[in-house]
């Protein structure tokens, strides 16, 4: 074909060589490097194994599953959805049903869903930043334009010029996360009414209210809100909590007219038969895995108390880590804690690193490894 660069070996092929969407060009894929080091506290993983008892049913649930796998999964998931509705019921303080609760392969695919739904070219979506990246990822990969909405210098919301810019962009779908990640700021329910309200006036637009790491708040669920407001969606996962960070399993609640509406783009039977067995197993363990929770509040206020005893800045945390610093150059300081075998997240927030709250001995490590860089760095 005339004009058409030829191609002698695969070797000589890269992404640019390709003919991928503009805005995917120059990109980076996802992702926080993994390295073999003795204590791991980069990914906001539970540390905890799953207990035995639950590592036994998950097998029972799996060989009952596996012995019908020439069959497709349950399309609607219905039995996990009623599951799921019932602990969001339990522990969010609101009642909801199967019908007001949509699941899929861990919360990133449930907020493709959404943008699949509700973003897409023509259309576009705001967070609040520094966010969760890949909320701006996944906008990108559907089409949706992005928008990057302030934040103040404590990382908290600023209510009114978040509703400006809200107003002055008019964005189809707001994302808010509560706790937020990489900060750990929770979002008080008054700042969520108030943007809600901003998003509906500058045109009807979906809100969602990202909760991945709601179990670790000290408040609670913000899932009340979604009564009468049938544009707020809120979305959870197992991932955290429920220590099922393989499992890839997320959920939504919202208006019924909502979980209908992302079955447009949902992929025929998207959750495996496996992927519903192994999720059910685990919320018989409910109870036990929440217990964990609680350890590990419990060892995040501690770091928090002991970062600030040496004379870190720590950020308010509600999740199961704490951003701390502040540093003249982060990477730097990252650098130096990985020379003593610990691994922590720079999030490229500048001058704040990101740990996630580990075992009591992981988090022993870590304060040894800070407390070094600060006698490092008086010295």
């Known amino acids: 074909m005339e004009g058409a660069r030829p191609v002698t070996s695969y070797d000589q092929v890269g992404i640019d060589d390709l003919p991928i969407r503009d805005e995917l060009r120059g990109k980076t894929p996802y992702g926080a490097p ?19 008892e639950l590592v036994r049913r998950i097998a029972e649930r799996v060989a009952e599953a596996a012995r ?9 998931a219905v039995e996990l959805r009623t599951e799921l509705a019932a602990y969001l019921t339990r522990t969010g303080k609101h009642p909801v049903g199967p019908e007001n609760v949509w699941a899929a392969n861990g919360s990133n695919e449930v907020i493709q869903q959404l943008l699949q739904t509700f973003g897409g070219p ?24 992005w928008i990057s909405g302030p934040r103040r210098e404590d990382f908290t919301i600023d209510v009114e010029a978040a509703g400006q810019a809200i107003a002055e962009n008019a964005p189809d779908v707001v994302f808010i996360t509560s706790p937020n990640n990489p900060t750990g700021t929770a979002v008080e329910a008054e700042t969520v009414l108030a943007l809600y309200e901003a998003a509906q006036a500058a045109k009807p637009s979906l809100v969602v209210v990202d909760e991945a790491y709601v179990e670790f708040s000290h408040r609670d669920s913000l899932l009340p809100l979604i009564e009468g407001r049938p544009h707020l969606v809120v979305s959870r996962t197992m991932s955290k909590a429920f220590g099922a960070a393989g499992l890839r399993l997320g959920y939504l609640a919202a208006h019924p007219a909502v979980v209908d509406a992302v079955q447009l783009v949902r992929l025929p039977y998207h959750l495996s038969a496996v992927t519903q067995a192994t999720a059910l197993a685990a919320l018989e363990h409910t109870d036990t895995l929440l217990g964990y929770v609680e350890q590990l509040k419990a060892e995040r206020d501690r770091l928090v108390t002991e970062l600030r005893a040496v004379g870190y800045e720590v950020t308010e945390s509600d999740a199961n880590f704490i951003q701390f610093g502040k540093f003249e150059d982060s990477h730097t300081a ?15 927030v500048p001058g704040w690193l990101r740990v996630t709250a580990g075992t009591p001995a992981e988090n022993d490590a870590f304060l040894e490894a800070v407390r070094a860089l600060k006698k490092e760095q008086h010295a």
């Open 68 to 76: 019908t796998l020439n069959r497709y999964p349950d399309r609607d």
């Open 334 to 348: 990252w650098r130096k804690i990985l020379d003593q075998g610990v691994l922590v997240r720079d999030n490229g």
């Open 34 to 52: 993994q390295l073999d080091v003795p204590v791991q506290l980069n990914t906001n993983e539970n540390p905890y194994e799953l207990p035995e």
């Open 122 to 145: 023509g259309r576009t979506a705001i967070g609040f930043e520094p966010s969760y990246s890949m909320h701006a990822l996944i906008a990108r990969g559907t089409g949706t334009g």
